[in-house]
């Protein structure tokens, strides 16, 4: 049914199979689509413990006691721990450490760890849990964030002092980063009312964008098992290895090397896995068991037990001139960052940079805002912060050309950005940026065919509603809608967040076989896959084992911000140059080389230029294996200024187009999505079936955020916490996708690629909402629509 | 917890009659579920996948007798003749994997006001068959649903079947969700026009703390309807039917939406039912009745 234009061969050598511009099979699909595959849950040794946490019943109390006498009591348990148990630092955090390993002073989140329990069995465990005795006292929970962020008389979160103020991004309160970008006449002090005197066309608008999350199904877990050294080894599925190692072995008072961790098989992450879950509390366990810990969530406590998509309010306001060129933009984006810090500093940085999009607008003046509230904690999910200001900045943009009388696609091409021009930080965007011709294409694309042209056009399954047969197709309507959204890619303001690949060719069995090792997660996305094709390219050898991820090798920096193939790609590529240029060296000084000739390896060999086979790489290497480790680092970043966001705070900018096809039964509020069409810049397509799939899944997930994926809060408390309830698209929810990917390389970048990962989120659900609107004429103003929100009728009330 | 598992149906009586706390569990979509979210921790369980005849329908009078374990699969391939509205119930329970396990006897025992089998069971006037060691009764599915999720099943008894009746006129089912497989109702409905009794039957689910008839829209609909022709009911009387279907919902608000939307959505739903008995009535008629 998809339809994808395939990107043009690579211009790479090809006597190597499987290399950068191929789509070898990756080596874990079989295993997962016949359900094989080894996830962190599956683990099991012989003499292993469960563990199991005690989390807050409430979303915000005072904390008064602890008595485990009685679960320490029951047979089969072998620990029982609380914040008194934690040698070591009693608070952890990816920006601020301030996320206690167990609860002490107050709660700050309903599902807030409090006390752990290791026994012999799961549903002992459960039991010893049953008979903790806490006592709390409960205060008023601080769920409102936009009184968290602007009513100096809100209860705080965190007690003065207890997180860190830099006094510039940060200023205390329920703050956690306020960031301004004033530019043109904003950074000289002009009111809006002075440029909006000067507009012909002005619109507003508030939106709110409703916390998702990532739905990973593979649930948090790992096994701790206690080292003769004292230390602990972690077989975990995360994110990144080494920032997990960072945070745990302060807690537990240990030496980092004598934390080792190891990457179990991940069941996607999203973003969800960046933070800590059970990591610290798996180790303690079993060092103070001296035992093997096994942590395992269920689905319920997953959703207690990760960051989400911060929640955004945001307040527009967009003027032009009558032939349509944008004069000024003013936005207000208040994220919800919940009890702990998180990352919602860096998601801050991005809502506040990525806020009002990737147009031309001589003035604007933007106020992003991380607040602090009680309700759960948010922070990394892909898209992170540019998800819920697209949706913002697309819905003004449609509602201005409503105004207008223009085509959205038009008025988006008069005012895109291109190469050369600047986003609101002041950064020059150097690396090409088709924007107009992306939207243009989108545009152009064929239509879906329309209902009467369908073989049945009464099939449910093609009609809002599905296989609940709602409707036969009477008083459906059509809708189309356009959007396109900009993503920063790596880690931005001035994070270096290196990578480290060590590579090994030798002889082995009578054959060149290459190693490659990092400590970069494989959370689903291929990267190994990836891995494997880059040595190949690089080294001409088709045999190529990617060793499994753990942090005997150095850092691989994060897989999220789109940046793994980018980053542990660069750094896979400069150890196998590396290998190489030993290699040939060791050519040069063993074999019958002509002196100056220019050599590559391929199909195995040392090749001349004109590709004769000089010497077999097999007897080259014998007893003498090449291996080299290398860190590869994307080029400096800085902060912002804290006062007029200021700065070339990005690496590299992402940018995906969507039109979305929707038909809607207008009486019932239900929608069906017909067929979404995504164009999309990748700089070069390394792996352009694993490309597409990425494409097709971040447009699911912006699917998912316009229609139904919603964690429901009310009062602090998670209504939905389960897949029941928590919705997300099945098949017949997710459409036929025309995929059309560009390669305008980077130059900066290694092979010119450009991150995939993310852009796709950010377009996909604001086309949805723009062609709801079409098809029904409502506003609209809040993803996931409701049906509520379709009919007309008021939101359902929130209850606990 | 203790696990019972008779190997006969008598066996299962008399489980069921000493243990009269012991949860029976089947295909288990509900059952374990409550009990791996910790919802629920019945002291016993009885297993009736080995009872023979749980998992049979058969031609019952005019009608069919499903066993109370007949998997939705086996309701969606054999009985979308027999009982439409049911089967199309069926066909939008959950997940290929759920229908393949999931029964009628489980939505019946567990009584949630969502589950899919109830609305087709009171539209039809389908009658449930409930045994115990003291002998076997026939309940209305209409007298089933006495509170929430409860029931007139008395502690001692199982559901051993439901008697489906011959359908003598179209039936129609439809669920709301928000999403297009896979989804709990938000609200849902059918329909089931007898020409026979000339009544026409309702039952909505999702709606109220427990599966509801809406009985002055079957009267006002009955006798509105054109039992002879079948010909199209004047718009004003569809949209009264949809109102006094909706009046008779008892809907709050919760996450999958408000009471004011599943009101709006069953009179939607109600309206879109008719008007397709009404025409399904006049292009079969004659064959259904």
């Known amino acids: 049914m998809s339809e994808t234009t395939a990107p043009a061969s690579t211009g790479l050598p090809t006597a190597t199979r499987d290399g950068v511009g ?93 006390a752990i329990v290791a026994a012999d069995h799961p549903e002992t465990a459960r039991r010893a849990l049953d008979r903790i005795r806490v006592d709390y006292e409960v205060l008023e929970p601080v769920s409102d964030p936009l009184r968290a962020a602007f009513d100096p008389d809100c209860p705080l979160v965190h007690e003065e002092g207890s997180v860190p103020d830099d006094g510039r991004h940060r200023r205390g309160g329920n703050l956690a980063r306020h960031q301004p970008v004033r530019t043109g006449a904003f950074a000289e002090g002009a ?62 008072g240990l030496a980092p090397d004598k934390v080792r961790l190891a990457l179990a098989g991940v069941g996607g992450a999203f973003g969800a896995r960046e933070d800590l879950s059970m990591q610290v509390h798996a180790c303690l366990l079993a060092l103070r068991a001296r035992r093997p810990v096994k942590i395992v969530y269920n689905r319920e406590e997953s959703f207690l037990g990760h960051v989400h998509r911060h929640p955004a309010r945001m307040e527009y306001e967009h003027g032009a001139t009558g032939d349509g060129a944008l004069l000024y933009a003013v936005a207000r984006i208040v994220l919800d960052g919940g009890a702990y810090t998180s990352t919602t500093p860096a998601v801050v940085g991005v809502a506040a940079s990525m806020g009002v999009g990737p147009y031309a607008i001589p003035n604007v003046r933007v106020d992003a805002y991380g607040v602090y509230t009680t309700n759960p904690p948010c922070g990394a999910m892909r898209g992170f912060g540019a998800v819920q200001a697209c949706f913002g900045y697309e819905s003004q943009m449609d509602a201005l050309a409503a105004r207008l009388g223009a085509h959205p696609v038009d008025l988006r091409v008069a005012n895109a950005l291109a190469q050369g021009s600047r986003v609101i930080t002041g950064q020059r965007i150097d690396a090409p940026l088709p924007m107009a011709e992306m939207l243009l294409r989108a545009r152009d694309a064929p239509m879906p065919p329309g209902r009467s042209a ?32 900009m993503k920063n890619l790596c880690f931005s303001e001035g994070f270096d967040d290196y990578s480290t690949a060590r590579v090994r060719l030798e002889s082995v069995g009578g054959g060149p076989a290459v190693t490659v090792h990092t400590a970069a997660a494989e959370v689903g996305q291929g990267l190994v896959t990836v891995q494997g094709q880059i040595a190949r390219t690089e080294l001409g050898v088709e045999r190529v ?34 290998v190489r240029e030993r290699v040939l060296a060791l050519a040069r000084e063993r074999g019958p080389v002509p002196p100056g000739a220019r050599l590559s390896l391929s199909g195995g060999a040392v090749v001349s230029a004109s590709g004769d086979v000089l010497v077999p790489l097999a007897e080259l290497l014998d007893g003498s294996p090449v291996e080299e480790t290398r860190e590869y680092h994307h080029r400096a970043t800085r902060m912002v200024d804290p006062v007029n966001g200021q700065g070339d705070s990005h690496v590299q900018f992402g940018m995906c187009v969507h039109r979305a096809v929707v038909d809607v039964d207008v009486e019932l509020g239900l929608v069906k999505v017909v067929e979404m069409t995504a164009v999309q810049d990748v700089g070069r397509a390394v792996h352009p079936q694993q490309l597409v799939g990425q494409i097709q899944g971040a447009t699911a997930q912006g699917v998912g955020l316009a229609l139904m994926e919603e964690v429901q809060v009310a009062d602090g408390v998670i209504r939905n916490p389960s897949f029941t309830d928590y919705l997300i698209p099945t098949v017949l929810d997710t459409p036929p996708m025309r995929i059309d990917v560009l390669e305008c390389p980077d130059p900066a970048a290694p092979y010119g690629l450009r991150g995939a990962g993310e852009p796709g989120t950010l377009s996909s659900t604001p086309a949805v909402a723009a062609a709801v609107r079409a098809a029904t004429g409502r506003a609209l103003t809040r993803v996931p629509i409701r049906p509520e929100d379709i009919v007309g009728l008021p939101a359902p009330r929130r209850r606990r | 917890m203790e696990f019972l598992s008779p190997a006969t149906w008598e066996e299962a009586l008399a489980a069921k009659s000493e243990r009269p706390d012991a949860v029976p569990i089947m295909g288990g979509t509900d059952v374990m579920v409550e009990i791996n979210f910790d919802r629920r921790r019945p002291p016993a369980l009885i297993d009736l996948t080995r009872v023979p005849g749980l998992r049979e329908w058969r031609a019952d ?67 449930v068959e409930l045994a115990s060691v003291g002998g076997v009764r026939r309940v209305p599915a209409r007298e089933f649903y006495l509170g929430p999720r409860r029931t007139a099943r008395r502690d001692d008894e199982l559901i051993a079947a439901v008697l489906l009746p011959a359908p003598a006129g179209p039936q129609r089912f439809a669920k709301v969700g928000t999403r297009n497989a896979m989804v709990i109702a938000v609200v849902s409905f059918a329909l089931a026009l ?29 006798a509105e309807f054109d039992w002879e022709g079948g010909a199209p009911l004047p718009e004003s009387a569809v949209h009264r039917f949809g109102e006094l279907v909706a009046a008779a919902a008892r809907p709050i608000d919760d996450v999958r939406g408000s009471a004011g939307y599943r009101r709006h959505a069953l009179a939607v739903l109600a309206r879109r039912a008719l008007a397709r008995a009404a025409a399904d009535y006049r292009e079969g008629g004659a064959r259904c009745a």
């Open chain 1, 22 to 114: 191929a789509s070898p099979l990756r080596p874990d699909g079989a295993l997962k689509a016949t359900g094989e595959f080894a996830y962190s849950s599956d683990m099991w040794t012989e003499d292993m413990l469960w563990g199991a946490t005690l989390r807050s019943p409430h979303p915000h109390a005072r904390l008064l006691g602890v008595d485990t006498a009685a679960a320490l009591a029951l047979p089969g348990v072998h620990a029982v721990l609380t914040h008194e148990d934690v040698p070591g630092e009693k608070r952890y955090g990816l920006e601020y450490a301030d996320q206690p390993v167990l609860a002490f002073g107050k709660v700050r989140y309903k599902g807030e760890p409090v």
């Open chain 1, 191 to 252: 009111t809006v009312e002075e440029l909006r005197a000067r507009a012909d066309v002005v619109v507003t608008g508030s939106y709110e964008v409703g916390m998702q999350d990532q739905a990973f199904l593979g649930p948090e877990s790992g096994l701790a098992v206690p080292a003769e050294d004292g230390g602990v080894d972690l077989y975990v599925a995360t994110q990144w290895l080494h920032v997990d190692q960072g945070q745990i072995a302060p807690c537990l």
């Open chain 1, 454 to 485: 369908l073989p049945d056009p009464a099939d449910p399954r093609t009609l809002p509603g599905g296989v609940s047969a709602t409707v036969l197709g009477e008083g459906v309507v059509r809708g189309v809608g356009y959007a396109v959204g």
């Open chain 1, 545 to 578: 084992t990617v060793l499994p991820a753990d942090t005997r090798v150095g850092s691989a920096g994060s897989s999220s911000a789109s940046r793994q193939t980018y980053m542990t790609g660069g750094a896979v590529k400069a150890a196998c140059e590396a």
């Open chain 2, 61 to 127: 009078g005019d009608g069919v007798r499903l066993g109370a374990g007949v998997p939705y699969t086996g309701i969606v391939d054999a009985l979308g003749g027999a009982a439409p509205a049911l089967a199309a119930a069926a066909r939008s329970v959950a997940s290929p994997q759920i229908r393949n396990r999931g029964s009628v006897g489980g939505n019946l025992g567990g009584a949630s006001p969502a589950g899919d089998a109830h609305p087709p069971l009171l539209a039809t006037d389908a009658v």
């Open chain 2, 194 to 222: 007898d020409a026979r009794s000339r009544t026409v039957g309702t039952g909505i689910g999702s709606a109220g703390p427990t599966p509801l008839r809406a009985p002055g829209a079957e009267e006002f609909a009955a």
